[in-house]
């Protein structure tokens, strides 16, 4: 679904150091790849704190994609009919496998997948911020594909280019089933606006609710964005968060109107002579206090994540355990 | 790939390719964890092809592949660098020569 990197540092000497990273961040080898806008590959030399800068952010990536399927996995008992059904278990299986990609991506880079569901599970790693809210109706799942999915891709298309080949190429990946969900999302929508007036109002309170939270997806304004500038120079980043942000705005807003629902925001204006649709004032302080811990769901996501990481455990063992007799078995034959 | 690894917290690493139709090669698309090479292969039919991507997959033992190192990069691939007559483009053909 999406990942963005923005949130709290690290306590230090939390990654992993590769065997021959660089101590300096401007390296001429590594930069004059940059520069030529080729890939840099697991077992390439590269700085530190690229490598620790990349763990964290396809780490928090990773968390945001298997995070993400609490919130649509909460309605599959409930979906409308057996098609909806189908659906909603095809999309959170992809959230499932999205993670699993990157991580698999998080591993090249020399870091353990256990060590990283450990940070996951103490909270020293985050996850999007917008998997902490609720999903209270069936309108919800449709608001999640067409507004947080569509702003995902809006991020997540750029990362197809990030200077890190493993990360990238997940993300082709990625790019490519994510395309379903959105679609799938505003096909709810259309179908709930189009309905009865209950089906309507329920239709637009969850884009009244969701509105706002997908713009913040996009993180801080650019101008309280610490990490972008290096992040831009080695090619991790590609556009900053208000150049992104205004992209997805400006897509929406047509569809907004395609839906025949409003976008909860009154200063909402087509800016003309610059061709773009202007959003009233985004109060980031919101954004920052469910990153910091007090959003409506963050403790019961974490909860149900653990929880569900402990009753899994007997299947690892258990797996673990056949492997090994039939390894023994196999080495008794020959 | 012994028996202990598999028995310890982590499962061991896979890399997977896969042919994506009849006509083409295997191509590696990733990699994932399971305790054996039948595991290996169902979960690696359950990541990689959701959407009929393959026809066929392999799956590897991540430790059993030997890789040319990144720091002997030049030196390793030297030998082909000054050696263009091994390309057609090398040849000049008079003008007005056919299917050469």
Same mark, same amino acid.
């Not at chain 1, 659906?87 to 991580?103: C, M, N, P, R, T």
């Not at chain 1, 103490?122 to 069936?138: A, E």
């Not at chain 1, 993180?219 to 900053?240: C, H, L, Q, V, Y």
């Given at each position: 679904?999406?990942?963005?990197?923005?949130?709290?540092?690290?306590?230090?000497?939390?990654?992993?150091?590769?065997?021959?990273?660089?101590?300096?961040?401007?390296?001429?080898?590594?930069?004059?790849?940059?520069?030529?806008?080729?890939?840099?590959?697991? %077992?390439?030399?590269?700085?530190?704190?690229?490598?620790?800068?990349?763990?964290?952010?396809?780490?928090?990536?990773?968390?945001?994609?298997?995070?993400?399927?609490?919130?649509?996995?909460?309605?599959?008992?409930?979906?409308?009919?057996?098609? %909806?059904?189908?659906?909603?278990?095809?999309?959170?299986?992809?959230?499932?496998?999205?993670?699993?990609?990157?991580?698999?991506?998080?591993?090249?880079?020399?870091?353990?997948?256990?060590?990283?569901?450990?940070?996951?599970?103490?909270?020293?790693?985050?996850?999007?911020?917008?998997?902490?809210?609720?999903?209270?109706?069936?309108?919800?799942?449709?608001? !999640?594909?067409?507004?947080?999915?569509?702003?995902?891709?809006?991020?997540?298309?750029?990362?197809?280019?990030?200077?890190?080949?493993?990360?990238?190429?997940?993300?082709?990946?990625?790019?490519?089933?994510?395309?379903?969900?959105?679609?799938?999302?505003?096909?709810?929508?259309?179908?709930?606006?189009?309905?009865?007036?209950?089906?309507?109002?329920?239709?637009?309170?969850?884009?009244? %609710?969701?509105?706002?939270?997908?713009?913040?997806?996009?993180?801080?304004?650019?101008?309280?964005?610490?990490?972008?500038?290096?992040?831009?120079?080695?090619? !991790?980043?590609?556009?900053?968060?208000?150049?992104?942000?205004?992209?997805?705005?400006?897509?929406?807003?047509?569809?907004?109107?395609?839906?025949?629902?409003?976008?909860?925001?009154?200063?909402?204006?087509?800016?003309?002579?610059?061709?773009?649709?202007?959003?009233?004032?985004?109060?980031?302080?919101?954004?920052?206090?469910?990153?910091?811990?007090?959003?409506?769901?963050?403790?019961?996501?974490?909860?149900?994540?653990?929880?569900?990481?402990?009753?899994?455990?007997?299947?690892?063992?258990?797996?673990?355990?056949?492997?090994?007799?039939?390894?023994?078995?196999?080495?008794?034959?020959? | 790939?012994?028996?202990?690894?598999?028995?310890?917290?982590?499962? @061991?690493?896979?890399?997977?390719?896969? /042919?994506? /139709?009849?006509?083409?090669?295997?191509?590696?698309?990733?990699?994932?964890?399971?305790?054996?090479?039948?595991?290996?292969? /169902?979960?690696?039919?359950?990541?990689?092809? /959701?959407?009929?991507?393959?026809?066929?997959?392999?799956?590897? @033992?991540?430790?059993?592949?030997?890789?040319?190192? @990144?720091?002997?990069?030049?030196?390793?691939?030297?030998?082909?660098?000054?050696?263009?007559?091994?390309? @057609?483009?090398?040849?000049?053909?008079?003008?007005?020569?056919?299917?050469?």
């Amino acid at each position: 679904m999406y990942g963005n990197d923005f949130g709290p540092p690290e306590p230090a000497g939390v990654t992993a150091a590769g065997p021959a990273d660089l101590g300096g961040e401007d390296d001429a080898t590594f930069l004059a790849l940059i520069d030529a806008d080729a890939r840099v590959e697991p %077992r390439d030399q590269m700085p530190g704190a690229y490598r620790a800068s990349l763990i964290r952010q396809i780490a928090q990536h990773a968390h945001s994609e298997i995070i993400g399927m609490q919130p649509e996995g909460n309605w599959i008992g409930r979906a409308p009919s057996l098609k %909806r059904k189908a659906i909603l278990l095809a999309k959170v299986q992809d959230e499932a496998g999205h993670g699993l990609y990157l991580y698999a991506a998080a591993e090249t880079l020399g870091v353990d997948r256990s060590e990283l569901l450990d940070k996951l599970h103490s909270g020293r790693q985050k996850y999007s911020s917008i998997f902490n809210y609720p999903t209270l109706t069936w309108a919800d799942m449709g608001a !999640i594909g067409w507004l947080v999915d569509g702003a995902a891709i809006v991020n997540q298309v750029p990362i197809t280019r990030c200077s890190y080949g493993p990360y990238a190429r997940a993300m082709v990946r990625i790019c490519k089933e994510e395309s379903f969900h959105q679609r799938q999302g505003f096909e709810i929508l259309h179908t709930l606006s189009n309905g009865t007036s209950a089906q309507q109002a329920m239709a637009q309170d969850a884009v009244d %609710r969701w509105w706002w939270p997908s713009l913040m997806m996009f993180g801080p304004p650019d101008d309280a964005s610490p990490n972008s500038e290096r992040s831009m120079r080695w090619g !991790i980043k590609r556009f900053s968060n208000d150049e992104l942000r205004q992209r997805f705005v400006d897509m929406t807003v047509p569809q907004s109107q395609a839906l025949g629902l409003t976008l909860p925001d009154p200063e909402l204006s087509l800016d003309e002579s610059a061709g773009h649709w202007r959003t009233g004032p985004i109060d980031f302080r919101e954004l920052f206090e469910v990153i910091g811990g007090n959003g409506p769901c963050n403790a019961a996501r974490l909860a149900h994540r653990r929880a569900a990481h402990e009753r899994g455990q007997w299947v690892r063992d258990a797996a673990a355990a056949f492997a090994a007799k039939h390894a023994t078995d196999a080495q008794g034959a020959a | 790939m012994s028996a202990a690894a598999a028995t310890a917290g982590e499962w @061991p690493l896979w890399e997977v390719f896969v /042919r994506s /139709r009849r006509g083409l090669s295997h191509a590696h698309v990733g990699s994932l964890h399971a305790p054996d090479a039948e595991m290996a292969l /169902r979960n690696a039919r359950d990541l990689y092809t /959701r959407r009929q991507e393959g026809v066929s997959i392999w799956v590897v @033992p991540a430790a059993a592949i030997t890789a040319s190192s @990144p720091d002997e990069k030049d030196a390793f691939f030297d030998p082909a660098a000054d050696k263009v007559y091994r390309h @057609p483009t090398f040849y000049a053909v008079p003008d007005g020569v056919e299917h050469l």
